[in-house]
């Protein structure tokens, strides 16, 4: 391989026979998908969207990019891809810390795995080699005691550990990997494919040395480095110890988003909530506040990592984000931030979406008030809360229902309509009624409802790049489409997103082009984007996608007026949709050969190339 920033290796595990192999990148597909989530998304297309999620057949891959593990700012992201047992999707979902570099500075670029091994193994990486070994012991444990347990065996320095907890081992639909760091790789029940699989963890020892991804074009790369920092530095969001990112964390959007009426609150029956601030940013930095933490390479740090120094909900966790305090808070009327808390503590050691999960509560608190269930959960109960999350992780009686996610069990109820799921999966703490375009995210999203996907609010709420008005549905399809588009190129590059506060295509571009020597223009960045969003859009297509019964968003967002400072509002979906695939050029939802041979997914014969 002749593209810098790649080692050009990968190593390809066959769980059912206990192999591990080594094979190079195509180079082609290395350039025309970048790598990461492109990359990944192509094995998983290439694998076939046929396959069961939770079979020997589907397959589990760890990703990273061609900028990983370097200097560039925000380069410390890794990106699990497979097809989810959540939503029948093809998904991806990314983790910070030093996992992801330290795969890099271990020599391999990425991990793929197939089969189903008949006892619990994980895989050891050092020194460019990796080797199955017995997980036996670990079975059963959560990701506390497994990460110290292979630190205490494999020595803490130089060492990164993802694990799957007792979510992932009993195949909860909504489970989620954890490093050492409490970084998670959340959405869409990769751990599950792992735990099916038997696969407890990843364990990587590498020093950072002079194991740095070398640039191609060291001049080009240094200055566009240079830029790319120096954008970060004077960031509005992104400053350090000056941009609320910085000084709050992401849950510095709880009172804005508030304030604004698009907090989903009682599992969206409201779009505001007075008693929301007791779980924001800025409550949590007075009062629970320990450090900021960070990933590699990321001068923002806004990771808050909290500590409940006594009481029933003591503990010290990393940390209170807003999607998390949202879903486990306002969106189930609790407010005490100390018992938020601890639900996060429960979640990153069982390994399990803080997202779903909190949606897993609210449609039960819903259906018992409505007299639809006779398992009882009180809106705000914090202790039922967590002997719920216990119940879920073994699959336990009523906690089994929810183990496959709040879109089935409510559809097991009779009141599918109860869940504010797209797909499949729950959607994040942005109201649309309130902020039109997250909403058409959530209904076009690859994954299911998600905000990471195409993040308007940046433009919606805070202007970036430039402002448009969040309750006006026109334009909404084009501005989704630019989002959609770069960001599948930033997890493809596998640089943070939160760069895009402050980066735009032509700092990617100049820093890709500097560590892989490939020349490219912002224009070819949106253009390597729009490819890679296709062929997850074709993925799901072949998997029995289609637009009626897929697109959409639950009637309580098309029907039910918004309440706060968005009072009155639905979601205006019927304008913004039809705008999106005239400019996504699909046909009734669908990509068209037009378009996947115009972005070379397919060649004239329509093979996949």
């Known amino acids: 391989m002749n593209l810098g920033g790649f080692l050009n290796k990968e190593v390809v595990v066959d769980?059912?026979?206990g192999t591990v192999n080594y094979r190079p990148i195509n180079e082609e597909d290395a350039k025309k998908y970048i790598g990461g989530r492109g990359l990944g998304v192509k094995y998983v297309l290439d694998n076939g969207p046929e396959v069961e999620p939770l079979s020997?057949?589907?397959?589990?891959?760890?990703?990273?990019?061609?900028?990983?593990?370097?200097?560039?700012?925000m380069s410390g992201r890794l990106c699990v891809v497979t097809k989810s047992p959540l939503t029948g999707t093809v998904t991806d979902s990314h983790m910070g810390g030093w996992t992801a570099a330290r795969l890099k500075w271990a020599g391999i670029d990425n991990i793929i795995f197939a089969g189903k091994s008949d006892k619990p193994v994980y895989l050891y990486i050092e020194d460019g080699k990796a080797e199955l070994r017995d997980a036996s012991e670990l079975w059963g444990k959560g990701t506390r005691e497994t990460v110290k347990t292979l630190q205490e065996k494999h020595g803490e320095q130089d060492l990164s550990v993802m694990t799957i907890g007792q979510a992932g081992e009993n195949t909860v639909k909504f489970a989620s990997f954890i490093n050492e760091h409490d970084r998670a790789a959340g959405r869409g029940g990769t751990a599950a494919v792992a735990g099916y699989k038997k696969l407890k963890a990843i364990v990587i020892k590498a020093p950072q040395k002079g194991n740095m991804p070398q640039p191609k074009l060291e001049t080009e790369y240094k200055e566009a480095n240079k830029k790319a920092v120096k954008a970060i530095l004077d960031g509005g969001l992104t400053a350090p110890n000056k941009g609320g990112l910085s000084v709050y964390g992401t849950n510095v959007l709880t009172n804005i988003i508030n304030e604004v009426g698009a907090l989903p609150t009682k599992n969206s029956q409201f779009t505001h909530w007075d008693e929301a601030e007791k779980h924001s940013g800025e409550y949590v930095n007075e009062h629970l506040l320990v450090k900021n933490n960070t990933c590699h390479a990321?001068?923002?740090?806004c990771k808050i990592e909290v500590e409940v120094k006594d009481g029933k909900y003591k503990t010290r966790v990393e940390s209170i984000e807003f999607e998390s305090a949202w879903s486990l808070g306002s969106n189930c009327l609790l407010s005490d931030a100390k018992a938020i808390s601890y639900l996060i503590d429960r979640c990153n050691e069982y390994g399990l979406d803080t997202i779903e999960l909190g949606h897993c509560f609210s449609v039960t608190m819903e259906a018992y008030e409505k007299g639809l269930i006779t398992e009882e959960l009180i809106w705000g109960d914090a202790d039922s809360m967590i002997d719920l999350t216990k119940k879920i992780t073994y699959r336990e009686g009523f906690g089994g229902i929810l183990a496959e996610g709040p879109a089935k069990a409510t559809a097991s109820w009779g009141a599918p309509e109860l869940s504010m799921s797209v797909k499949g999966q729950s959607i994040p703490a942005y109201d649309p009624r309130g902020i039109q375009g997250i909403g058409l995210g959530y209904a076009t999203s690859n994954r299911g409802a998600c905000h990471l996907r195409g993040?308007?609010?940046?433009?919606?709420?805070?202007?970036?790049?430039?402002?448009?008005?969040?309750?006006?549905?026109?334009?909404?399809?084009?501005?989704?489409?630019?989002?959609q588009d770069m960001l599948a190129f930033s997890d493809s590059m596998n640089i943070c997103k939160f760069s895009s506060f402050s980066e735009n295509a032509e700092h990617y571009a100049e820093q890709y082009s500097g560590m892989t020597g490939i020349p490219m223009t912002a224009d070819d960045v949106m253009k390597a984007g729009e490819?890679?969003?296709?062929?997850?859009?074709?993925?799901?297509?072949?998997a029995g996608f289609n637009k009626e019964e897929d697109d959409y968003l639950p009637k309580r967002f098309t029907e039910e007026p918004a309440s706060g400072n968005s009072a009155g509002e639905v979601s205006?979906?019927?304008?913004?949709?039809n705008e999106y695939y005239q400019v996504r050029g699909w046909k009734d939802g669908k990509v068209t050969e037009e378009k996947l041979r115009e972005l070379e997914i397919i060649d004239p014969e329509n093979q996949l190339v």
């Not at 990321?298 to 740090?301: F, H, K, R, T």
């Not at 940046?458 to 309750?471: Q, V």
Request: charged share 20%; hydrophobic share 35%; with cysteine.
């Open 15 to 17: 769980l059912t026979a």
């Open 56 to 73: 020997p057949e589907n397959i589990l891959c760890i990703m990273t990019g061609p900028v990983t593990g370097s200097r560039s700012s």
């Open 298 to 301: 990321c001068p923002v740090g």
């Open 455 to 483: 993040y308007t609010v940046a433009s919606e709420i805070a202007g970036i790049p430039e402002p448009t008005d969040r309750l006006k549905p026109e334009g909404k399809g084009e501005l989704l489409k630019v989002f």
């Open 531 to 542: 490819r890679i969003y296709n062929l997850e859009r074709y993925y799901n297509n072949l």
């Open 572 to 577: 205006r979906m019927d304008i913004m949709l």
